[in-house]
């Protein structure tokens, strides 16, 4: 696929992005190679392949799930302004 400089010109303003008139043939045969990739990507058969997370086949190390620290609420809660059943109350700031 061949972008031209109008294509150029529309894509780089969508991403904010400033090509100088110098710059617009470069960039034009850039962005066409980067389609072309798209392209033969496109074309390869992926039946039957998974989709991956990651492209080494690991596995994700956890720690045990186990408390650590000690409930501390109603001693942090002490010096808050105001508290209603373990919960923190807040002025309303949507109507």
Do not use: C, W
């Not at 000690?70 to 923190?88: F, I, R």
């Amino acid at each position: 696929m061949s972008l031209g400089k109008t294509e150029v010109e529309y894509i780089s303003r969508l991403a904010a992005i400033e090509v100088n008139e110098s710059e617009v043939d470069e960039v034009a045969a850039k962005l066409s190679n980067i389609l072309d990739l798209f392209s033969q990507m496109q074309a390869a058969d992926t039946d039957g392949v998974l989709p991956m997370a990651h492209p080494l086949d690991q596995v994700q190390r956890l720690r045990p799930d186990v408390v650590t620290e000690v409930d501390q609420h109603e001693k942090l809660q002490s010096v808050a302004p105001a508290v209603e059943n373990g919960l923190y109350l807040v002025p309303q700031v949507i109507e």
